[in-house]
């Protein structure tokens, strides 16, 4: 069991999301990196698709009123016990009875996880226990955690083990990587060049639905597109010209051009960009991009 002490800016219940819903209007959603949420539920023994927290930015102070084994993955926030001792990422830490653990705020990146041993016991909306804002429905009653909120935990899976994960080394450049878009003939050397070659910023106004990103205009030419599917990561330029990346809650369906898409492996870069940070793009090839896809998570027994 948590209970929420204090609430961060926007600490959500996550699993790895609802696929195979966009014909209702619903995205995917879930963890906006699956692969470190999957990897800190291993650490406690759950199943990778376990519930956990996504926190964003600055966190929360929780209470564990009957202990519990719990591993952090993602961004490093300031995080300490009871006690006042740090916290180590990327391995099971186990809490006494009537700990609490303080997450302050990310001392880079923007977002971290939290696993629970047996996951949150939210109950599931279409298959899937993760909170989608914009309508309102999953984990905690649809919304953001609040003080005084209390998340019971499930039945854990397998014994739990001390472990370390470490994440892939993906080679990443300073630039996300992406490959063409389905409409990248709708721009002209110029508008390229801008995007290519140019500097653009996270907005504030930037959100799981969306990364919308200032910089010089990247032109295009005028005109309405037949709707089209969409995934997180493609880069849609619509008519002010200033790009927005799609995200975990973005729509599933879009009528501006879409000039380029993230690829799968910088997919985790793109969810601890935070509003200011500075984004460049380099292409890829899709085969090259398809390569970079499948790098796991490593997993070993603490000394």
């Known amino acids: 069991m948590i209970e929420v002490l204090q609430a961060g800016l ?17 995205p995917a959603g879930g963890a ?8 800190a539920n291993h650490l406690v023994g759950n199943d990778g698709d376990a519930a956990g927290l996504e926190v964003t930015l600055a966190g929360p102070r929780l ?11 993602g961004a490093r926030f300031g995080a300490r016990r009871s006690n006042g001792t740090p916290v180590n990422w990327n391995e099971t830490l186990v809490l006494a009875p009537e700990e609490t653990l303080t997450l302050e705020r990310a001392a880079s990146g923007c977002r971290c996880w939290l696993a629970l041993r047996g996951g949150l016991a939210v109950e599931a909306v279409m ?3 993760s ?35 470490e994440p892939p080394d993906d080679g990443s450049s300073p630039c996300l990587r992406v490959v063409a878009g389905p409409q990248a003939a709708h721009f002209d050397d110029a508008g390229l060049a801008t995007f290519f070659g140019g500097a653009f910023r ?9 990364l919308r990103l ?11 597109l037949p709707s089209q599917g969409v995934l997180p990561g493609a880069i849609q330029v619509p008519p002010d010209s200033q790009p927005i990346i799609l995200g975990w809650d973005g729509p599933v369906t879009g009528g501006y051009p879409v000039i380029a898409t993230v690829i799968t492996a910088d997919l985790p870069r793109l969810a601890q ?18 390569k970079l896809a499948a790098r796991p998570w490593t997993i070993r027994e603490l000394a």
């Open 10 to 26: 926007c600490d959500l219940v996550m699993d790895l999301g609802r696929p195979g819903r966009g014909a209702l209007g619903v």
């Open 32 to 39: 906006a990196d699956p692969a470190a949420l999957a990897a």
């Open 63 to 73: 209470r564990f009123p009957f202990g519990g084994v719990v591993a952090l993955s």
């Open 127 to 129: 298959g899937s226990r």
């Open 131 to 165: 909170t989608f804002l914009p309508a309102g429905f999953g984990g905690k009653e649809g919304r953001a955690l609040r003080a005084g909120d209390v998340l019971r935990s499930g039945v854990p899976v397998r014994e739990v083990r001390l472990l370390r994960a």
């Open 202 to 210: 996270v907005d504030p106004a930037s959100d799981r639905r969306g």
């Open 214 to 224: 200032r910089g010089a205009p990247v032109a295009h030419r005028p005109g309405s």
């Open 273 to 290: 960009l935070r509003p200011g940070d500075t984004v460049r793009f380099e292409t890829l090839e899709v085969e090259a991009a398809r």
